[in-house]
T-cell receptor, first 110, second 112 residues
């Protein structure tokens, strides 16, 4: 099936640092979504992006829908211990199915 | 809030058993999905359904089947469980084509 390339695979950062992760695709998407999965739970939607070039914030999180519609990034500012988890990007082309990236594992050292 | 409930958080089954994973959503969503999650592989779509009694294969349907007899319930069936089906299984639902999915908490299945 279709795949998104999500990077980095994992990050181990100091509390207070900013974090950046991104996803790229060979296909054009109409929607980009970012999810976070806490240990032992299902993914929860963080941010949804619907237009090329769109920049959206949710607290310390900022995400952008790339101009080419083939990429998106997520930034987390001033990371805290509860930011640990797995972050997934997801894209939707024409149709209803989402395609997910493999995830970025975030570990924060306090 | 939309709630997607998966009936079991943890299951241990024997090889060859028939296994049922149940998922119920309470917001009248048309679309329901089953994924499995494995380290390094992300979320892989097994089956999905756009309506009652409808089902479509995802990317990895082999060894699985599904049932959707009621709009709110989507069941994943492992016809004859094998050890390579040990995984985290996630159910999700959505409405229409414009929005993200809402996920359940997952079922961690171990086949021994």
């Amino acid at each position: 099936g279709q795949q998104l390339n999500q990077s980095p695979q994992s990050m181990f950062i100091q509390e207070g640092e900013d974090v950046s992760m991104n996803c790229t695709s060979s296909s054009i998407f109409n929607t980009w979504l970012w999810y976070k999965q806490d240990p032992g739970e299902g993914p929860v939607l963080l941010i949804a992006l619907y237009k090329a070039g769109e920049l959206t914030s949710n607290g310390r999180l900022t995400a952008q829908f790339g101009i080419t519609r083939k990429d998106s990034f997520l930034n987390i500012s001033a990371s805290i211990p509860s930011d640990v988890g797995i972050y997934f990007c997801a894209g939707r082309g024409y149709g209803n199915k989402l395609v997910f990236g493999a995830g970025t594992i975030l570990r924060v050292k306090s | 809030d939309v709630k997607v409930t998966q009936s079991s958080r943890y299951l241990v089954k024997r090889t060859g058993e028939k296994v049922f994973l149940e998922c119920v959503q309470d917001m009248d969503h048309e679309n329901m999905f089953w994924y499995r999650q494995d380290p390094g592989l992300g979320l892989r779509l097994i089956y999905f359904s756009y309506d009652v009694k409808m089902k479509e294969k995802g990317d990895i349907p082999e060894g699985y089947s599904v049932s959707r007899e009621k709009k709110e319930r989507f069941s994943l069936i492992l016809e004859s469980a094998s050890t390579n089906q040990t995984s985290m299984y996630l159910c999700a639902s959505s409405s229409g084509t414009a929005y993200g999915y809402t996920f359940g908490s997952g079922t961690r299945l171990t086949v021994v």
